[in-house]
Nanobody, 125 residues
Framework: VQLQASGGGLVQAGGSLKLSCAPS????????MAWFRQAPGEEREFVAG????????YYADSVKGRFTITRDNAKNAVYLQMNSLKPEDTAVYYC???????????????????WGQGTLVTVSS
């Protein structure tokens, strides 16, 4: 599965961006999806995720209430709406897909088999 993330860019603090991820495989609905991010010199960290069935969503505490992950199986896409952006949100954002993601791994890189190339989000103060 190839994942193509897009939508990153430069935005001022308090602004918004919407990231998109389009998996190449048509059976997109069978994958759990997530967004991770990695700032320079830092480890990759979980941002948001949801299972293949949709429904409940999971967020890192640092983005809860500001970011929203959604999926549209008909359009074969997953999105990350980011509002009230802060300089500390600056990072490369990665889309990830997992075929065997479970509750104990939904927030971990171990829960995902496929990764996109990343899209850079820069938030200026």
């Amino acid at each position: 599965v190839q994942l193509q993330a897009s939508g990153g860019g430069l935005v001022q603090a308090g602004g918004s961006l919407k990231l998109s991820c389009a998996p190449s495989e048509r059976s997109f609905s069978r994958y759990s999806m997530a967004w991770f991010r990695q700032a320079p010199g830092e480890e990759r960290e979980f941002v948001a995720g949801l299972f293949r069935t949709g429904g409940h969503t999971y967020y890192a505490d640092s983005v809860k209430g500001r970011f929203t992950i959604t999926r549209d199986n008909a359009k074969n896409a997953v999105y990350l709406q980011m509002n009230s952006l802060k300089p500390e949100d600056t990072a490369v954002y990665y889309c990830a897909a997992g075929s065997r993601t479970i509750l104990s791994t939904v927030r971990s890189t171990r829960g995902y088999d496929y990764w996109g190339q990343g899209t850079l989000v820069t938030v200026s103060s």
